[in-house]
C-alpha cells in the first residue's frame, strides 16, 4: 500500500515522536474495472468488501455495479470493483471508498522507548537514531575488544606452544617423570599457569606434529589482526568509517525496495447524500395550500396534476434530483429541501409544514431549482432589493432563514435569475412607472432589505395604493415587449434609453393604454 501522510505531518511526527501515519489502497484500471492489488497494514480484503457491500444494500453507492474477489496464489490481493458505466468518475468514487472503508486506515505511532538510560520516554526520530548511533558504536567495541582478547589469548597459548616445541623432548621428559610436570614445566621454561596447561592439554603426539613454521605463521597473522583491531579501538574516526561501511553492507545484503511508497495524496472525501443520489431530471411543483412533489421529467402538466379539493396549482421549478428545492416565503423567509426526498407526483404530495417550521400566517410563494455559482435578483413590490448567490437562499435547517426584510406593507416577488451577460434591470410600477438602470448599481447582500430600486413612497406602498407590480433582468441590445390586456408595446434598445436612469428615481410615464402592464416578454424567451 501507499503511505500519504503529508510531508508536514511526517516531519511532525518526526520531530515530537507522536503522530499517525495514513496507508491507502492501491488500484488500477483495467478494462474500465477498478483493480485492487494492495491493501493497507492488517486491513482485511473480505471486510472490505462486506464494507463495499453493505453500502450497495444500503442504496449508497449506485455508481457501483458488481464486486469479485479474483486473489488468489498468484495474486494474494486482486479486488475488483465494477462501475455501472463508463460515465462514473473513477477518482471521485475512489476517493469516497478510501473515506469510508478499509481501503485507507491511520496508524498511531508513540515512539515511547526504554533509552540507554534503561528509562522510558518518547524520543524523536533524531535523538532515537542518535541514541541507536551510540548503542551500536558501543557493540561494535565491545566486539572488537572480545575479538582481540581472544586474539592476544591465543597469541599468548602459540607462543608457550612454540616453546614447548623448541624442546619437545626436555618436556616430554617431564612430563612423563615428573609428578608436579606443570610446575616444573612453569619454572623450567619461564612459562605462564595457562601456557603450562594448555600444553599438558595436547596430546604428545599432536605436538610432535606441529611445525614451527604453521605456528609462527599464524602468530603473524593473529599480530596482523591485533594491530589492526588496536588501529580501530584507538580511533573514533576509524571506528565511524567501520560503522559506515557496515551499515552498508548490510543493507546491500538484506534491504530490498520499499513496499510502501510515500506517495502525495489528496485527503479522502467521502460522497454526500446529495452527490450519490442519482441526477435525474425532476420537476418540483408546488400547490397554493402548500403542498408539494416532485415528477420525473421536465415535460409536465403540471395545471392537469390532481389537487386536492379546494386547492390549485401554484408554482413549478425544473431541475435535476440532486438539486435542492428552494421555497420563498411571503415573510420573505427561504426554506430548502432535497429535491429527491420530496413525494411523487403520482400522489398529491405532503404539506410544507409537515417538513419545515414556518411561522404563523407563513406560507411558500415562489419556487427555485438553482446550481451553485448562479445569482439571482431578490426584491419587494415596495422597490427594494439586492442580488445574492444562489448559496445564500439555502438553509439546512427546518427553521429556514431570514433572507429579504420587507417595509410595512411591502410584499416578495418572484426572485430574478441574472445571467452572465452585462444586464439591466426592469421596474414597472402598477401606476404605469418604468425605470431601466444597469445591474451593476446594485449591491452583492447575503440578506436584508436592499438598495431602493424605484423610488415609491413608503406610506403609499403601505396602503397598497402605489407597488412595484414587474420586474425583469434585461440582457444589454435585446429588445422588450410589454403587454397590458390585448395591447403590446415592443421597445427597442434604443426605445428603452428614454426609460432609463439612475437607480431609485422615479421612472418615466408609459404610454396611455399601456401603462397596466401585466407581462413583460424578452425576444426569444420570457
Sequence with gaps: AEIITPRADIRKLYQSGKGSIRMRAVYQLEEGEIVITALPHQASGGRILEQIAGQMQAKKLPMVADLRDESDHENPTRLVVVPRSNRVDIEQ???HLFASTDLEKSYRVNLNILGLDNRPQVKDLRALLAEWLVFRRETVRRRLQYRLDRVERRLHLLEGLLTAFLNLDEVIHIIR?????KAVLMARFGLSEVQADYILDTKLRQLARLEEMKIRGEQDALAKERGQLQLLLGSERRMTSLLKKELLADAEKYGDARRSPLVERGEARALTEKELTPSEPVTVVLSEMGWVRAAKGHDIDVAGLSYKAGDHFLAAAIGRSNQQAVFVTNQGRTYALEAHSLPSARSQGEPLSGRLSLNAGEQARFLLLGQEGERYLVHSDAGYGFICDYAD????????????????????????RIGNQASSCLVISNEGRMLVFPLTELPQLSKGKGNKLIAIPASRVASREEFVSLVAIVPDRRPVTLFAGKRKLTLKPADLDLYRGERGRRGAKLPRGLQRVDRIELEGGH
Excluded at 617423570?177 to 610436570?181: G, V
Excluded at 437562499?393 to 416577488?413: D, E, I, R, Y
Design 93 to 95: 468514487l475512489m476517493q
Design 177 to 181: 617423570t615428573e609428578e608436579e610436570p
Design 393 to 416: 437562499l439555502l438553509s439546512k435547517n427546518k427553521n429556514g432563514k431570514a433572507l429579504l426584510t420587507l417595509p410595512p406593507g411591502a410584499q416578495v416577488m418572484a426572485p430574478q
